[in-house]
């Protein structure tokens, strides 16, 4: 990276700056996901080798400007996870996954308070950045940590109910205008936020629970129009019972 970045390197490589990579960050971490969901070692092999060099390339540029060097940013890794496992490096113990997240979050805590950011709130360190679902399943995540939450997955779907009635009763009110848009945009939030916490319940990753089903749909939506083609036809030219009859098929 070093020789490419250099002045008789790769034009392409040399342009580069932070703001124009991060976008690639975020592309090679989904196809390591992709990878991994298919369970395609070979191709993850791969995947993992692209998705290591985002951190080389943003190391590189900050060499060249003398903010830090790859060294640096493995040694802060080291580090942390050396004083955030004191249960594996030092006296204290941990016998469940449980003690080890309250390890984790009294370290934290107490790096927080080192730096002056102890008034900091709870759900701040939660980036806004992160797609909808991981964020909203990292935002309840710590505050049920501090007892804000339900007693049980039964309480959650008691919830859902509600916030699908409220949906439904926006949704049949006659107004179209724009505040009434807005309504209907915070009730299905609010439906989502919920099975956000369904999922959490029931120790399931929304994210990928999402991500499974819209594989499953492509599957199943690809031998539509493979069978489709087979007669001649394309999806525009189906008609929907033909399509219906054809996603039954594939589910077999």
Partial sequence: MARLRAPSGCPWDREQTFDTIKTFLLEETYEVMDAIDARDWAELTGELG??????VFFSQMAAEQNLFSIADALDAINEKLI????????EQTAETGDDVRRIWGEVKAEEKKQK????????????????????????TTRAAHVGFDWDNPDQV????????????????????NEEAQ???????????????????????????????TN???????????RKLGERGKSPEEATLAEMDALWEEAKR
Wanted: no cysteine; aromatic share 8%; charged share 30%.
């Fill in 182 to 212: 807005g309504e209907l945009e915070d009730e299905l939030g609010d439906m989502l936020f919920v099975l956000v916490n369904l999922a959490r319940f029931v120790k399931v990753d929304p994210e990928q629970a999402l991500r499974k």
């Fill in 83 to 90: 004083r955030r496992h004191p249960h594996v490096f030092g």
């Fill in 116 to 139: 002056g950011a102890q008034d900091a709130g709870l759900l701040d360190s939660v980036p806004r950045a992160l797609p909808a679902l991981v964020e909203a399943q990292q935002l």
């Fill in 50 to 55: 692209d998705l290591l060099l985002q951190p």
């Fill in 215 to 225: 594989a499953k749909f492509r599957r199943r939506f690809g031998y539509i129009e």
């Fill in 157 to 176: 779907l008691e919830k859902l109910h509600e916030e699908l009635a409220e949906f439904d009763a926006a949704r049949r009110r006659p107004s179209q």
